[in-house]
């Protein structure tokens, strides 16, 4: 059929359809697919995730002075699962309410290095912490990630008061796309430093994972597999087309356990390939429990300092990266733009996420996963019960520690290549939000260029020239602030696009704010209703105290609404 031929996506009310392209979904955010398929799909979404949020305690781990020899990794990975998957219920049930995975940010890894790296945190020489005793190791890094829990929680509060007082819904006017794109399209090109090591410790086995992963992504569903019966065809192509990570990663991490009980890579710690080994992280996995419940303060009580302010700068970036989030989620997921109340309702809920993520000691905060929107069109899926699946699987992996572990050890080469496949994904989700601008404008090719560049240049010399900025003002822990918010580049880049967005003369047309805020003609806005509203009960729970309607994280009640179900 004709890319431009399109069919109707129904809700509850088939009356109410919504015109969305025939190639974008499979099931769309109200269809419920059966549950041993919205499992296995949940799966996959847990398997996109799965490379940010093991790499974040991989890339913490040695500014938190955590020993190999001691569990504190698989720890930290169980923890993030575990909180991700209850933020995802919380967005899910009481947020925003759109198919969007909570996960552990990278908006929250630059200020968190920027805050171990001064004196005060600095970590002792690698013999000294393998000569301490176990009780000393644990102090070590419990400390530091006590530091990191006190400035996520004191941040993070300044995220829910602005979605729940509705500041947020206020800003949005002033956000556009030419802000959101820089702001996401940074968080995953400057992540392209992160990528190279991981993926440079055996070149071969990272293209083979991004040639395993563009081949099922995008190749395989299009095949004609003419050597199978008609029905096979179409279950290959969905297979390949639902399940493209997980099929990259079995048979990557085959292909290197196939090399490594072969002799095939070197056993010298010091040479190039070492790092494809699979058996050279399995005292990780032995020390790992079978099964450890994260609980709250695990680690200790949280410390706090005015250092910790400069977490803001990753609250503010996520604050920008989620609304531009939650649009390009609605457009792909077959729903009408969020009305405000949806929008201030999802940043809060995001906010207290990032403060039960604090409390629970996980090292970053959550925030809406610009990879699994991806996901969306990429496997054209975007039921609400597959992601709740998906929540579910996290938190029984959160519990279930050994499998964490098991994360823990796949080969660092594979990781690389998953990285490259998903940081380059972030980025395009960021560029995606230009079809709506006038890229005729000189006025935006400005704005856009400029942000963009300055938002890598900044950080790049302030990283090179932190003493220059020790010399600001006699207020050490002002500077350190400073140069926590100079040194994150969704932060530079999304604040000069706002700047230049807002002062420069343009259209609302030219900057694709109509395209961006306009609304899908539904009937009665039932639909919006559907999608958008907190469940039922609690409609007419909070719709009988009369100050609701002065709430701007709750929907205005409507005498020509139809009741909820």
Not at 473 to 491: G, R
């Amino acid at each position: 059929m004709p890319a431009a031929e399109t069919i109707s996506i129904y809700c509850k009310d088939t009356s109410n359809a919504v015109q969305v392209p025939e190639s974008m979904l499979l099931y769309n955010i109200t269809d419920e697919p059966p549950w041993f398929l919205s499992i296995l799909l949940g799966m996959q979404h847990f398997l996109l995730l799965f490379g940010g949020t093991v790499s974040l305690p991989l890339l913490l781990a040695p500014h938190l002075c955590i020993s190999p020899k001691d569990s504190g990794v698989p720890f930290l990975i169980s923890s993030i699962f575990f909180v991700a998957g209850l933020d995802t219920l919380l967005q899910l049930t009481l947020g925003v309410r759109l198919p969007i995975i909570q996960g552990s940010t990278f908006t929250f890894f630059g200020p968190a290095i920027a805050i171990l790296q001064l004196p005060r945190w600095q970590c002792p020489s690698e013999s000294a912490i393998e000569s301490m005793n176990y009780e000393d190791r644990q102090e070590l890094w419990f400390s530091r990630v006590r530091e990191i829990q006190g400035a996520i929680i004191l941040s993070s509060l300044v995220e829910v008061l602005l979605g729940f007082t509705g500041a947020v819904g206020f800003l949005v006017r002033f956000i556009g796309p030419l802000t959101v794109v820089p702001t996401i399209a940074l968080t995953g090109l400057s992540l392209f430093g992160v990528a190279a090591p991981w993926a440079g410790r055996h070149w071969g086995i990272t293209i083979f994972a991004i040639a395993l992963l563009t081949f099922f992504s995008q190749y395989a569903p299009r095949i004609r597999w003419r050597c199978v019966s008609v029905a096979w065809e179409e279950r290959i192509r969905t297979a390949c087309q639902l399940f493209p990570v997980l099929m990259t990663v079995v048979i990557a991490w085959s292909l290197c356990a196939i090399l490594t009980a072969a002799g095939a890579l070197p056993d010298d710690p010091k040479a190039y390939g070492y790092s494809a080994r699979t058996d050279i992280k399995l005292d990780t996995l032995s020390q790992t429990p079978w099964f450890r419940f994260p609980y709250p303060f695990q680690w200790g009580w949280p410390t706090f300092s005015l250092s910790g302010l400069s977490m803001i700068s990753g609250v503010l970036a996520g604050i920008v990266e989620s609304i531009g989030d939650y649009y390009a989620c609605a457009r792909i997921a077959g729903a009408p733009p969020p009305p405000t109340h949806a929008i201030n309702r999802g940043i809060g809920m995001e906010g207290l996420g990032c403060v039960l993520a604090g409390i629970w000691g996980t090292g970053s905060g959550t925030t809406s996963y610009s990879e699994n929107i991806a996901a969306l069109g990429i496997t054209k899926v975007g039921s609400r019960r597959v992601v709740m699946c998906a929540a579910v699987v996290m938190m029984g992996i959160g519990i279930f520690t050994k499998f964490a572990g098991l994360l823990a050890t796949m080969p660092d080469p594979i990781v690389g290549g998953l990285y490259c496949g998903l940081f380059g994904m972030i980025s395009a989700v960021g560029l995606s939000q230009l079809q709506s601008v006038d890229l005729n404008s000189t006025r935006n090719l400005f704005v856009l260029g400029f942000s963009l560049f300055m938002g890598l240049t900044v950080p790049h010399w302030v990283s090179e020239h932190k003493k220059t900025l020790d010399t600001m003002t006699s207020v050490s822990q002002l500077n350190q602030v400073v140069q926590v918010l100079l040194t994150t580049s969704m932060f530079v880049g999304g604040f000069l696009a706002c700047l230049l967005d807002n002062i420069l003369p343009g259209t609302p047309q030219e900057r694709g704010l109509t395209a961006m805020h306009s609304s899908v003609s539904t009937e009665d806005g039932h639909l919006i209703r559907e999608i958008y509203h907190p469940p039922g009960f609690l409609i007419r729970l909070f719709n009988r105290c009369c100050c609701t309607s002065y709430l701007p994280f709750w929907p205005k009640p409507h005498k020509e609404e139809e009741p909820i179900d």
